[in-house]
Nanobody, 127 residues
């Protein structure tokens, strides 16, 4: 079992930055691929970014490429999402997810590649 707790959300002006963190419990964190998804009001949850167990492979949605960076610290059981140049359309609840690394690498945009989900953290970007 892996439990995930997100933090770092908040209200920021357009053009600003936020860093989300996702702290994971469990001794096997380093064996999991990790992902970030988001869900805006009235919309389906969508893929944002993912990272392999080692951090050697990263993946991004086209909408955030060049602005967001995913990273992980296996010693701290934590994955991060650095979000720069934020836009009002980035407003959403952001969810952290964990899955077996091979499945995440193969299907990182798919929710069924992930076994565990956090409760989410709200990010609001004002114009």
């Amino acid at each position: 079992q892996v439990q995930l707790v997100e933090s770092g959300g908040g209200l920021v002006q357009a053009g600003g930055s936020l860093r989300l963190s996702c702290a994971a419990s469990g001794r096997t964190f380093s064996s999991y691929g990790m992902g970030w998804f988001r869900q805006a009001p009235g919309k389906e949850r969508e893929f944002v970014a993912a990272i392999s167990w080692s951090g050697g492979s990263t993946y991004y949605a086209d909408s955030v490429k060049g602005r967001f960076t995913i990273s992980r610290d296996n010693a701290k059981n934590t994955v991060y999402l650095q979000m720069n140049s934020l836009k009002p359309e980035d407003t959403a609840v952001y969810y952290c997810a964990a899955g077996r690394s091979r499945r995440v690498v193969a299907g990182h945009e798919r929710e069924d590649a992930y076994d565990y989900w956090g409760q989410g953290t709200q990010v609001t970007v004002s114009s």
